[in-house]
């Protein structure tokens, strides 16, 4: 059974950071992609980042492209995601999970979602 942990969401200003963490269970994390996705409400759920097993083949939705930054430490089986410069727009429930795929993943590869964390972004 997958176990996905989230953390780090929270209420932050327009231009703000937050750095969101996923701690996944060791076998799923060691033979996985991973990902970040996110879901405001009323909209489907949007493939924010992507990122292989070795961390080299990286994805990034064209919304967030250049604002944030994903990535992985293996040793501790978690996955990041830095948001730096954040909009409004960003407001929405942020979920990881793993990909079926170790190196090449899509969006549609990615079956099994965490609790989730909000991030809201306001003045």
């Known amino acids: 059974q997958v176990q996905l942990v989230e953390s780090g969401g929270g209420l932050v200003q327009p231009g703000g950071s937050l750095r969101l963490s996923c701690a996944a269970s060791?076998?799923?994390?060691?033979?996985?992609?991973m990902g970040w996705f996110r879901q405001a409400p009323g909209t489907e759920r949007e493939f924010v980042a992507g990122i292989d097993l070795g961390g080299t083949n990286i994805y990034y939705a064209d919304s967030v492209k250049g604002r944030f930054t994903i990535s992985r430490d293996n040793a501790k089986n978690t996955v990041y995601l830095q948001m730096n410069s954040l909009k409004p727009e960003d407001t929405a429930v942020y979920y990881c999970?793993?990909?079926?795929?170790?190196?090449?993943?899509?969006?549609?590869?990615?079956?099994?979602w965490g609790q989730g964390t909000q991030v809201t972004v306001s003045s």
């Open positions: 060791g076998r799923t994390f060691s033979n996985s992609a």
């Open positions: 999970a793993p990909s079926r795929e170790k190196y090449y993943y899509t969006a549609r590869s990615f079956d099994s």
